[in-house]
């Protein structure tokens, strides 16, 4: 028993060694600091590690947690972030944009219909296939093609309204 | 790009994901707590016991390829348009039995002597050494292990003689159960588990070191070698990192480790976290993607080792994933050697009390995930669990010693004796006791 609990724990950590830089780079693009792109992520594992066996694909399950705790945190965060960017928007903005400010466009994405920011965040900024976006979120692949369809055209149409 | 400015959509998806390195001690913190979150759940006993060794069985699987169809992590892919030096071709082995057999096939070669080992999970392992007369080009054989080191059978080998200027291999390493690399000084790959290996043109050059981790594997590279037989990497003026997905034979240098020195085998040190390549004195440090690595610049606080370039200076380094430990002496003079502990990835140090090691002895120093060090030597195998205290490890010593001494798990680790004997050395408790292994 001593030898599969090793082999377990070898396992998930040559997981963590070989995911963790990356997961926690795609979460911080999405928050706004690194120490809670860090807690995010070893969340993530966390859940990842307390039920793993039974997953097939253990790197598309992380991601899926880590959407559902950058959901949760912006959720939680988001009337904070609202009085920030209401006592912001006295100072003048800079004249052009430049793609260093995530939270511009993160706020964009923040505020898509919770289906088409799942397959977004995942398929755009995951690098998941449409078939595997599929395949996570129980959708059909043509659904799934037609829901990152939508979330494009909303955050291009939201783009023009920003400007 | 017109529209960059217009549309921050198509800016903010092409920027690239900055990797993200955890902060020391992270993986067992996460470990400890999934582990507590698992013992809180109501499971009964024989569906824990169930889940436990489906994870034994196929974690190592998925964890290993999981990149595989991922897209490279694009922000640290800085490679300079150098010319890939080593396309694959040359001779391949006649099909034999692959590592994933092992256990199954036939007995290994009689007379089998190990040179190198190498261990891809708990129990899964490979060595590589002679058996029978070395005639032109093929005296190599190679034997796998299904149980760490009880029975061995044989697999099949690369079709390359002892070490001979820069031709024949000595050393193995391989990924998974599938892709492996024997190599020191010439370079053969396999990605079908060793059922059939092919050479690596590294034009002239001679493979000094090898290492994997994550989804690459890195290799030393060295040229004005002058040292021949068993000694192939002595004398030798300029050394080259380079890395290739494990899966690929696409090798190229990687960025910012290349130059003038002497590189010795065990200079190149891997974790998940980074890489670290100590060549003549200097240490260079990056990422185990295909990232540009660094020189990383002497303080106040480091070691003279790293300071000089003296030649007759014994330097191994061992890190893991919360320190990075170098021994170094001089082997002319000095009794015993100098241990030193990096917690900032080798800016900062700090001494620690020197090994009771004469530095011409020392031949490898190893580290686990729990921390004790390592190191093999001419007169046995020493244990550290603080680092500070050190005692001469329990098991039989070979004549001459050991050349190598390595920890695959926290309690488990495996040893070469320096002689030709038929048998590798195992640790099943951290490295306190050893017990030998025949081959046969």
């Known amino acids: 028993m001593a030898r599969l609990r090793t082999a377990d724990r070898e396992a998930a950590e040559e997981l963590f060694n070989a995911c963790y830089p990356r997961l926690a780079g795609w979460v911080r693009r999405l928050v706004d600091d690194d120490e809670t792109a860090h807690e995010i992520a070893a969340e993530a594992f966390t859940r990842l590690l307390s039920r793993w066996s039974g997953l097939d694909n253990p790197q598309s399950y992380l991601y899926m947690i880590a959407t559902n705790l950058v959901r949760d945190h912006w959720r939680k965060t988001s009337r904070e972030r609202r009085a920030i960017r209401t006592m912001a928007a006295t100072v003048p903005k800079e004249p052009s944009w430049h793609p260093a400010q995530d939270v511009d466009v993160r706020d964009l994405i923040e505020s898509l219909p919770p289906r088409l920011r799942s397959a977004f965040l995942l398929h755009y900024y995951g690098g998941f296939g449409v078939k595997e976006v599929a395949v996570l979120l129980g959708r059909p692949e043509g659904t799934v093609k037609a829901d990152l369809h939508h979330a494009r055209a909303k955050l291009k149409a939201a783009v023009g309204e920003v400007s | ?440």
Not at chain 2, 215 to 227: K, M, Q
Not at chain 2, 330 to 339: A, I
Not at chain 2, 367 to 386: E, F, N, R, V
């Open chain 2, 1 to 440: 790009m017109t529209n960059h400015q217009r549309d921050p959509i198509e800016a903010w998806l092409s920027t690239d994901v900055e990797l993200m390195p955890p902060p020391p001690g992270a993986f067992e913190r996460v470990h400890r707590r999934a582990r507590h979150r698992r013992a809180m759940k109501a499971v009964t006993a024989a569906v824990g016991a169930a889940v436990i060794i489906a994870a034994g069985v196929t974690v190592p699987q998925l964890a290993s390829g999981l990149l595989s169809g991922h897209p490279t992590p694009p922000a640290k892919i800085a490679l300079r348009p150098e010319p890939q030096p080593m396309p694959a071709g040359g001779p391949s082995a006649l099909p034999g039995p692959r590592l994933s057999t092992a256990g199954h096939g036939p007995p290994p070669a009689a007379g089998f002597r190990p040179l190198s080992v190498t261990f891809v999970g708990p129990s899964l392992g490979a060595v590589l050494g002679r058996a029978g007369r070395c005639g032109p080009g093929r005296c190599t054989a190679m034997a796998g292990t299904h149980d760490y080191g009880t029975n061995w059978t044989e697999i099949a080998a690369p079709p390359a003689g002892p070490p001979d200027g820069a031709a024949g291999v000595s050393q193995v390493r391989f990924f998974n159960a599938k892709n492996g690399w024997a190599y020191a000084p010439a370079l053969y790959a396999t990605h079908d588990g060793g059922e059939s290996w092919h050479a690596i043109n590294t034009k002239g050059r001679r493979v000094v070191d090898l290492s994997t981790v994550g989804d690459r594997a890195f290799a030393v590279l060295a040229s004005g070698c002058t040292g021949t037989g068993a000694q192939f990497a002595s004398g030798c003026t300029r050394f080259r990192l380079f890395s290739t997905p494990k899966s690929a034979d696409r090798w190229q240098s990687v960025p910012g480790a290349s130059g003038t020195g002497l590189a010795a085998p065990g200079g190149l040190q891997l974790t998940g976290q980074g890489g670290y390549l100590i060549v003549g004195g200097r240490l260079y440090a990056g990422p185990v993607t295909a990232g540009r690595w660094h020189l990383v610049p002497p303080s106040p606080s480091t070691p003279g080792c790293l300071k000089d370039h003296a030649p007759h200076e014994v330097r191994l380094i061992a890190p893991n994933l919360d320190a990075l430990y170098l021994t170094c002496g001089s082997t002319q003079g000095t009794v015993s050697l100098g241990l030193y502990v990096s917690r900032d990835r080798g800016y900062s140090w700090r001494s620690l009390p020197h090994v009771p090691v004469a530095a011409d002895a020392a031949t490898s120093l190893a580290t686990s995930p729990a921390g004790p060090l390592i190191l093999a030597s001419k007169t046995g195998l020493y244990y550290s669990g603080d680092a500070r205290a050190w005692r001469k490890a329990r098991g039989p010593v070979p004549a001459g010693g050991f050349s190598f001494a390595g920890m695959t798990t926290s309690s488990n680790g495996v040893a070469v004796a320096a002689a030709p004997v038929p048998a590798v050395y195992i640790t099943t408790d951290g490295g306190l006791s050893w017990r030998a292994r025949s081959i046969r």
